[in-house]
């Protein structure tokens, strides 16, 4: 399996897609650094952080895993990989649990990347109040935020494997992120998978009347859902020649 951890890598090194991830990381920043320069808005480091998560949780990060997602697993299909590669002495399920762990540090790179164009913006646009702590504080709550995205990426596993196409993935991507705009501050919100990890991240969670162990469990049973599905169709499922 860590063969084809490394073999991802390689190919992740020449991918654009990857380039592409990395823009879509710096542009929550970018975006507040544009709103703080020309409109005046969140004169300090920690307002500045506190919305880079809540636009990247809420928002982009769920366009962007939706398409990252697209590519690992059904980049193998459309390039017709996947039939030479399964001829290796490893099962189905080792090789989709070595996709689940690229994703994962895909995100994590995503995560530190948007991290650091933050507090570069930060800088850049004179804020005060900057802190290692706070810095930390800030990152921890992003890379929470983002674990959590992730678990409930697995059905996204199941169509990406489906319909390996990446155009359902990019339309369902932003058809998630507009019902996390919608929905944010709703009653319901804790009850969406998509919505309650940043909720649970930034502690907003505490603000609804509901229980923070529910929405742990939507995660986890979304995950596990996703999980079992997408296993079950890819071992079941012939590989195309």
């Not at 808005?41 to 982009?60: I, K, P, R």
């Not at 530190?112 to 504080?137: E, R, Y």
Request: aromatic share 16%; charged share 10%; hydrophobic share 55%.
């Amino acid at each position: 399996m860590l063969t084809f951890i490394e073999m991802e890598f390689i190919k992740l090194k020449r991918s654009n897609i990857f380039l592409l991830s990395l823009v879509g990381a710096i542009l929550p920043p970018l975006l507040m650094f544009i709103a703080v320069t020309a409109f005046d808005e969140g004169q300090s480091f920690e307002a500045l952080f506190t919305n880079v998560n809540m636009y990247m949780s809420a928002m982009f990060a769920i366009l962007l895993f939706a398409i990252i997602i697209s590519y690992l697993f059904g980049r193998e299909y459309n390039e017709h990989t996947l039939k030479s590669m399964l001829t290796i002495p490893i099962s189905r399920g080792k090789f989709l649990v070595s996709k689940y762990i690229m994703f994962l540090v895909w995100i994590m790179i995503l995560t530190v990347v948007t991290s650091i164009s933050a507090t570069v913006f930060g800088f850049i646009a004179g804020l005060d109040g900057f802190t290692v702590k706070l810095f930390m504080d800030s990152f921890a709550e992003l890379l929470f935020a983002n674990v959590l995205l992730f678990l409930t990426f697995s059905p996204f596993v199941f169509v990406s494997l489906f319909i390996t196409n990446m155009v359902p993935a990019m339309v369902g991507g932003a058809g998630l992120s507009l019902v996390n705009l919608m929905i944010y501050g709703q009653s319901w919100a804790p009850y969406v998978p998509w919505t309650c990890p940043y909720l649970i991240a930034s502690g907003e969670i505490a603000e609804y009347a509901t229980s923070t162990s529910l929405s742990y469990g939507i995660i986890l049973a979304t995950f596990l859902i996703g999980l079992a599905i997408s296993y079950i169709y890819f071992t079941k499922k012939d590989v195309p020649l």
